[in-house]
Structure formats: C-alpha cells, structure tokens
C-alpha cells in the first residue's frame, strides 16, 4: 500500500493561502500511484480558534466545502483516497426544532470523488471546545475499498478523554483492536511545548518526545497477540499559530508482534509530502527497552532523552537484530496539554501513596476502569490495582509493641432466683372462654372452656389481613 502524508504549515482563517500551500506541496512531490492521502486536521481553516465567533465565517457544510471539494478533485487526480480535517456546520432544518451543530470532523473520499466516511472527533481538546460538539457515533470504523477495515481518529482521540480518564483506559487502541483494524488512520494538529525559535533549529529530525507518546498511547496494540500487520498512519501540521507551536514529525508506522517498523517519518519543521510503501521493507525499526539494554543497541541514529531508570526510544538497522524488541515499559514522554503530565497514571490529584503496575493484558481487551466517555459494565481480574500501606488498628498499636486485640468485657453472673411454677390447671386464661375461635376449640376440653359458641372478632374483616 502506498500512503502519502501531506504535511504543512496552514495558518488560521487564511483559507486560500492554506489551499496554495498546500497544493505547491504536492504538485512538488508529485506522487504516483497512491492508495491513500492524508491531511492534517481543520487543513485548510487553521486550527487555534478562540471562539464559535472567531471560526463562524470558516464553517463548512456537511461534506459540501472547499475542503471537500479539494478532497474530491485531489481524489480523482491521484486516483486514491483522500481524507482531510474541516470544521462542520450540520443542517438541522430537517429536525426542527434543533439547536446548532458544530464539529471537527474529517471527510473521506474515494477515487470516484464520492465521500465514504465523514467522521466526527470524539474527544475533545480545550481549543475544540469553544466551538464544537463531541461526535456521536464514537470512533469510525469501516470497510473502504482498497485499504481494507479502517479506523480514523482526531488528535486528541488518541489520548485520555479529557486527560481525566485513567491513562490505562486506552479508549482508541482498544477500539481498533476490537474491531481487529489492519489500518488506523489519525489526522492531526499535535502540539509541542517547545519554544518556536528552539524548536525551529532542527527542522528535519523529528521529535522523538512527540513520537513516545504516540506509541505510549498505541502500548495495547503493541502488545496484542494477533497476526497480522497494522498499518498507523500519524499525518501532523507543523509550523505555528499565534504561540502554539506544532510538532510536526508525521509518520507511518507498522505494528506486528510486539515490534514497530518505521516506514517513513518526516521532520519537525519539514513542509514535504511524506510517500511510503508498506510492501517494502522499512526505513528502520523502533525498539524500547531498559536504558542498560538501550545503550547496547549496535546502530543507534537518533534516540530520546533518557532519564536514570527510563526508557530508551531509537531508530536501528532494520538488518541488525535488537537485543530486545518487546516494550517492557511505557516510555517517557510530554503531553501535548502539559510538559509534566505523568505517562504512568493520570489523575485530577494522584497520591504520592499509588503506584501504576502493569498488567498482561494479552486476553483482556477491556479496562476494568473504563473512560468516563465509553463506560463499561464489564470487569476484569487482569486489570491495574493501586497498592496501599496498610492502615494500623490503632493510633496506640502504631507506636507502640503492645497487642492491639480487644477482649471483651468479664461480666459477673448474678445468682440464680427461685421462679415458681404454677400448677397444671391454675393459670388464667387471657380471654373468656366463648370467644375461643372454634378451629382452636379441637385442642381443648369442653370442661375447662364451657360450651361452644360462635367466634365473634372485634377486628373489622379486611382483604389486608
């Protein structure tokens, strides 16, 4: 298959700039023979809106824009399917009374020029939030002709939703393996912390931080025990809005067995179209693994920063054998919201008390805490548990070498009293004997109770009773 990745600097509200800049990108490269092309996300309109007010004039109707009008002349010029991120506007006249619907979606188009998919970012980023709505249908998945079973997510679907879920929910990688995907398809506008005059100096290495945290965030799928080849297609913008600074680093991955093969991988600051064709062998391999087995790697081209006890990401020969090619531990990384995120467990206030382990996760496709975006009923005895000090018995017994059991109180017996007890026959009846009810009137002598008469009862008859 081969997969183009369209990778430029569009800028907010400069809608037909964005259009020529991104055509002078490919007319550059002018690819042959592709099977899929993919733009980042909101492509044309620019990205960092502040307001529904500021993005109103740049709304585009469903599947009726000039993205999608691009996407289907683009379509049918390459002959492949095309997929670009705009902000929609839907018609609500047909189920009147409705409010406004807004999203930011991204269209799919065949190489006909007929639109396949239209789908709906699902998790939200702070900035989408001003304006648009969550999608939802949940993540896409299909069958597309010439690219098989698809997923596509936005951006952000990637990560916990709204950074509250638990970093082990993995709300996207679980899907795609529910839905047992050989393609996974993300359009993007990922950001980076970095300071745009830093980040500027180095235009084509990639950002080897923004690369570990996606396939952080891909663990589940790495670490699947299935056959078969999965093809993730990461298309990033670069350049900057206003201060936000974009990271870049579009890739094309394959996963198998625990081992990610890289296909092709752009620069941070690179403006190309990135072309890669998976039925050749790979640009080179990424392994991660102990910093000690790290530092043993025989071809070494580009690593992450390491931290003592971290984890080592890094390009390698793809004919040179890793030492180790299983991802034992997550590895380190920046989240696109704040440089300080924790990768190991994400919470509004985590305790310094709770400590992430890491599950087998090979036959448990489901969290057992799922995100509060997809809630789940189903449990699972392999999933996360967070260790607590045990709690002493006692403020006492916690300092002290004294047995903390309690006996109970040693209450004295009284003496045993004389009870009398009356004789057969003396003791008196508590109602006249007439009023015994005659069904009990078998169970006495008819010299003790007198004569028989009817039974009278002073409760009124009710069906309660």
Same mark, same amino acid.
């Given at each position: ?14 809608? #037909? =700039? ?8 490919? $007319?550059?490269?002018?690819? +042959?023979?592709? #099977?899929? !092309? ?37 379509? !049918? ?13 839907? #018609?609500?006249?047909?189920?009147? @009374?409705?409010?406004? *619907? ?7 188009? =065949? ?9 709906? +970012? ?8 001003? &304006?648009?709505?969550? /999608? ?11 690219? /098989? ?12 939703? +709204? ?6 929910? &993995? *709300? ?12 996974? %398809?993300?359009?993007?506008?990922? !950001? ?48 900057? *809005?206003?201060? %936000? ?8 991955? /394959?996963?198998?067995?625990g081992e990610v093969k890289v296909y092709g991988i752009l620069g941070r600051g690179e403006k190309e179209l990135l072309v890669v064709d998976t039925?050749?062998?790979? +640009? ?18 580009? *690593? ?17 054998? @890793? ?10 990384? %920046? ?12 919470? $509004? ?25 997809? @809630?789940? =009923? ?18 006492k017994a916690s300092v002290t070498s004294e047995s903390s059991e309690q006996h109970a109180p040693v209450i004295p017996e009284e003496p045993a ?7 057969? /026959? ?16 078998? $169970? ?22």
């Amino acid at each position: 298959m081969r997969i183009g990745c369209l990778q430029f600097a569009p800028q907010v509200g400069d809608v #037909d =700039n964005n259009l020529n800049r991104a055509d002078a990108v490919l $007319s550059r490269a002018n690819p +042959k023979d592709l #099977d899929l !092309l993919v733009l980042p996300e909101l492509a044309f309109s620019g990205y960092n809106f502040r307001s529904l007010q500021h993005i109103t004039p740049f709304l585009e109707p469903t599947a009726a824009g000039i993205t999608s009008l691009w996407a289907r002349t683009t379509a !049918l010029k390459y002959n492949c399917v095309v997929t670009a991120g705009y902000p929609e506007k839907v #018609d609500v006249r047909a189920k009147w @009374p409705a409010g406004p *619907e807004y999203y930011n979606s991204a269209i799919t188009v =065949n190489q006909e020029g007929e639109t396949v998919a239209n789908y709906r +970012k699902c998790f939200l980023y702070y900035t989408d939030e001003t &304006w648009a709505l969550e /999608g939802p249908d949940g993540f896409y998945s299909g069958e597309i002709d010439g690219l /098989g079973k698809v997923v596509m997510g936005i951006c952000m679907d990637l990560n916990p939703y +709204k950074f509250e879920a638990p970093w082990n929910a &993995w *709300e996207f990688s679980y899907h795609v393996l529910y839905k047992e995907a050989n393609l996974v %398809v993300l359009t993007m506008a990922w !950001l980076t912390r970095e300071d745009i005059t830093t980040y500027s100096r180095s235009p084509r290495e990639p950002d080897m931080d923004t690369l570990s945290y996606w396939l952080s965030r891909l663990e589940p799928i790495i670490r699947a025990e299935r056959t078969g080849e999965i093809i993730v297609v990461l298309a990033n913008r670069c350049g900057s *809005e206003d201060e %936000v600074v974009y990271a870049g680093t579009s890739a094309v991955l /394959g996963i198998n067995g625990g081992e990610v093969k890289v296909y092709g991988i752009l620069g941070r600051g690179e403006k190309e179209l990135l072309v890669v064709d998976t039925s050749k062998r790979p +640009k080179a391999k990424l392994i991660s693994e102990p910093e000690s087995a790290a530092s043993a790697a025989t071809t070494t081209t580009a *690593e992450s920063k390491d931290s003592e006890n971290s984890v080592s990401t890094a390009y390698t020969d793809p004919d040179s054998e @890793p030492a180790t090619t299983k991802y034992e531990r997550r590895p380190e990384s %920046v989240s696109p919201r704040d440089a300080n995120y924790p990768p190991t467990f994400s919470s $509004s206030n985590p305790s310094d008390d709770e400590s992430y382990q890491d599950p087998v996760r090979s036959h448990n496709p489901f969290p057992e805490t799922p995100s509060p975006r997809f @809630p789940a =009923n189903t449990t699972s005895l392999l999933s996360p548990r967070f260790n607590l000090p045990p709690t002493p018995k006692s403020r006492k017994a916690s300092v002290t070498s004294e047995s903390s059991e309690q006996h109970a109180p040693v209450i004295p017996e009284e003496p045993a009293k004389d009870v009398k007890v009356p004789e057969a /026959g003396t003791i008196p009846l508590p109602f006249p004997a007439s009023e015994v009810p005659n069904h009990y009137q078998s $169970s006495f002598t008819s010299k003790t109770l007198g004569s028989r008469t009817e039974h009278v009862s002073k409760r009124p008859r009710s069906a309660f009773w």
